[in-house]
Structures are given as C-alpha cells and as structure tokens.
C-alpha cells in the first residue's frame, strides 16, 4: 500500500499522549507517520488522536471510541476480555460496515494491544485478535485470518488496496473528481439543504 505524496501526519505524540492518557503503540505511530489519517478503499477509515479532519462530537477517534465503549456495556454475551474493562477501548478505526475497530489497552505494553472488532454484521459482535494494528491489516489484505473479520469484504485479500489522506480525498472531491474512482463527480457543485 504505497502511501501517495503530501500523505503522513506530523502527529505531536507528547500532546495527544497526555490527552488521552495512553502511549501509543510504535505501529500505529509509523503508520501515522507514514500515511496519516484517511481511507483505505473507500472502506475503512483509519483515525489520529488528533485530528482535525472532522468535527469530533460527530465523527472521530473520540467519539468513536465512546460508541466502542457504550456498545460492549450495554450488550450482553459480549467477548469476555471486553465487557468487563469498557473503559480500556480505544478506537483507531472505523468501516462503512459499520465495524468500530478498537485497542484493548488494558495491558501496559501498548505494542502488546490487542485488536477489537465490534461487527455489525460479523459472526460475532465483538472479536479480539492478539495482534497489533498493523499486523490485522496485512493479515486482512492478505486474507489470513480463519474468516474476514469484518462486515463487508472490502479488503479482504486485497493485495493492492489503495490509501487516500483526507485533505488529498477532499481536494480530489474538491476538484469534481470521485477519488475511488477517478471519474467525474455527478453531484459536484450542488449544494443541499
């Protein structure tokens, strides 16, 4: 997935540390570093603690992760590494599944954090793979997991997905053009109520 010019984010990992009161994981990081915050696919959105990309009582790491959380507490039969420690979610990213992919931070060592998938239309409403972000995402292009762990099949074993940083998705709709598919905008320049 070769990251396109101008993409990365120059992410002050001291402030958004202290904001959320966690150390993120060094995979996460490069990946920021690398990429920044954007879409995979047209599929999944990946988040920075950050962001300034999106209103973030709307949309958002933030808010995200205070639907991850509210969903596992209010449901039962839930994954047992989940329901009993709601508070130790953190979102990273989210599909247009709906899925809300998650940390389990309850360890110490960040880079040891497990994934979660809250599915909607999973197996199962919320999985825990022992692997880092990073890690499930090649192992979701590359369809190496049992099952797709997502609601949707977008990514899976896709081995060439496509990675667009917010501001070059929005110049691109900007300009009249869908980003995904490189053909002209049939709704670009109206305006809705």
Known sequence: MPAHENAGEDVNWSDAEKAWGITFPRDYKAFMSEYGEGVIDNFLTVFQPLSTAYDPSAYGMRFETENARAIVAESV???????????????????????????????????????????????????????????????????EFVECPLSGVHLWGVTSPKFLHWKEEKRVWDNGIDPWTGKPDPYAGMEWD
């Open 77 to 143: 039969g839930l994954a047992e590494e989940c329901a009993h420690s709601t508070s130790s979610l953190v979102a990273w990213g989210v599909t247009s599944g709906p899925d809300i992919l998650c940390w389990q931070t309850a360890s110490g060592d960040p880079d040891r954090w497990p994934v979660v998938v809250i599915g909607r239309h999973t197996k199962t409403p919320v999985a825990v793979y022992e692997t880092g972000m990073v890690e499930f995402l090649r192992r979701v292009f590359l369809a």
